[in-house]
């Protein structure tokens, strides 16, 4: 018999998972919570809102049933929005078996309280739990379109995680695994604030120093505060730290690039999200990243300046400017 795998969230990221696992053979249910979406997705066979003109397989099949979902396979992958992420699992719970395996794409923090991902599976769930979580440099439209793309799969269960690797790897989709669970969801939460700075950044007009300045420290702000909560410095220089960075911060397919773009326009923000119309999860991380920043005296300014920006109504071109005004120190 062929794997199975439910796959949880039918947005643009949870869908291209879903067409990778199933063109890679998997018996494939791809779950979603609005069932006018999901009727148009089963009549479609595609997802015209989020990635229009790539075909699902005959082996994806799709639900707004929950429960149909959890039955359907022990491996769920959850890519769902880091605030719908906890609710989603605590409706999940009772609809498994012991045997459920958990594995998110969900990039960011638990709103709630400012905590990892993980510890909301154990929490949920339990830390014996097979866990796991999917990051790196990956635009959904790009992996659902079959363009090569390289991704991390962070689990404290090496055997789950070469698991879920030989699933989604293919000819076209290198997974490598990491133990640095911590590091690896630290680098995904954190990089979506530099993306909303550095599209910020080029809103205003400014250019390809500017940018390249933004990612360097930035990239520097991640690994203080992953190395703070537990991470490991290597990972911040491997896919999931620097790839995702690069990537989100200079692709205009990134929502939070985007976002900070029209901010340096200036658009205000309920605007800018509008126009978008997608999740921007940089917004709530720029949050929980600057209160986890203030409660472990961890230096982070863009960070700092991204948040007043977002959250008390700092002009884009003054939290630029106080950037600069900083004292003047060494690097290293």
């Given at each position: 018999?062929?794997?199975?795998?439910?796959?949880?969230?039918a947005?643009?990221?949870g869908t291209?998972?879903?067409m990778?696992?199933a063109r890679?053979g998997c018996?494939?249910m791809l779950?979603?919570h609005k069932?006018?979406?999901?009727?148009?997705?089963?009549a479609d066979?595609?997802n015209?809102?989020?990635?229009?003109?790539l075909a699902f397989?005959?082996?994806l099949?799709?639900?707004?049933?929950?429960?149909?979902?959890a039955s359907?396979?022990?491996?769920?992958?959850?890519?769902v929005?880091?605030?719908?992420f906890?609710d989603?699992?605590?409706?999940l719970?009772?609809?498994?078996?012991?045997?459920?395996q958990?594995a998110w794409?969900?990039?960011g923090?638990?709103?709630?309280n400012g905590c990892?991902?993980?510890?909301?599976?154990?929490e949920?769930?339990s830390?014996?739990?097979?866990?796991a979580f999917?990051?790196?440099p990956?635009?959904a439209?790009?992996?659902?379109a079959d363009?090569p793309?390289?991704?991390?799969?962070a689990?404290?269960?090496?055997?789950?995680?070469?698991?879920?690797?030989?699933?989604?790897h293919?000819?076209?989709?290198r997974?490598?695994?990491?133990?640095d669970l911590?590091g690896?969801?630290v680098?995904g939460?954190v990089?979506n604030?530099?993306a909303i700075a550095?599209?910020?950044?080029d809103?205003?007009?400014?250019?390809?120093n500017?940018?390249?300045?933004l990612?360097?420290?930035g990239?520097n702000?991640i690994?203080?505060?992953g190395?703070?909560?537990g991470?490991k410095?290597?990972?911040?220089?491997g896919?999931?730290g620097?790839?995702?960075l690069?990537?989100?911060c200079t692709?205009?397919?990134s929502?939070?690039?985007?976002?900070?773009?029209?901010?340096?326009?200036g658009?205000d923000?309920?605007?800018?999200?509008?126009e978008?119309?997608q999740?921007?999860?940089?917004?709530s991380?720029?949050k929980e990243?600057?209160?986890?920043?203030?409660?472990?005296?961890?230096d982070?300014p863009?960070t700092?300046?991204?948040?007043?920006?977002?959250?008390?109504?700092?002009?884009?071109?003054?939290?630029v400017q106080?950037?600069?005004a900083?004292d003047?120190k060494s690097?290293?």
């Amino acid at each position: 018999m062929s794997q199975k795998i439910s796959v949880l969230g039918a947005g643009s990221w949870g869908t291209a998972l879903a067409m990778l696992a199933a063109r890679n053979g998997c018996q494939t249910m791809l779950w979603g919570h609005k069932p006018e979406h999901i009727a148009a997705l089963k009549a479609d066979r595609e997802n015209k809102q989020y990635l229009p003109g790539l075909a699902f397989s005959e082996n994806l099949s799709v639900t707004s049933d929950l429960a149909e979902a959890a039955s359907f396979s022990d491996l769920i992958l959850v890519s769902v929005p880091s605030r719908a992420f906890k609710d989603t699992l605590v409706k999940l719970k009772p609809l498994t078996n012991s045997n459920v395996q958990i594995a998110w794409a969900t990039k960011g923090f638990n709103p709630e309280n400012g905590c990892l991902l993980h510890e909301v599976v154990n929490e949920v769930f339990s830390n014996q739990t097979p866990a796991a979580f999917l990051s790196g440099p990956s635009f959904a439209r790009e992996v659902a379109a079959d363009l090569p793309t390289a991704i991390t799969i962070a689990s404290a269960q090496p055997q789950f995680a070469n698991q879920l690797a030989e699933i989604l790897h293919s000819g076209r989709f290198r997974a490598y695994t990491n133990s640095d669970l911590i590091g690896v969801e630290v680098g995904g939460a954190v990089k979506n604030v530099m993306a909303i700075a550095a599209g910020i950044a080029d809103g205003l007009g400014f250019g390809a120093n500017t940018r390249a300045a933004l990612i360097t420290r930035g990239l520097n702000e991640i690994i203080r505060l992953g190395i703070e909560l537990g991470g490991k410095q290597e990972t911040f220089m491997g896919l999931a730290g620097l790839g995702d960075l690069l990537l989100t911060c200079t692709d205009n397919q990134s929502r939070n690039r985007r976002f900070g773009l029209a901010l340096g326009q200036g658009k205000d923000r309920i605007t800018a999200s509008q126009e978008i119309g997608q999740e921007i999860e940089g917004v709530s991380a720029a949050k929980e990243t600057f209160l986890l920043a203030q409660k472990h005296g961890i230096d982070m300014p863009i960070t700092e300046q991204t948040y007043k920006v977002l959250y008390e109504g700092l002009a884009p071109l003054t939290a630029v400017q106080n950037l600069l005004a900083r004292d003047q120190k060494s690097e290293s």
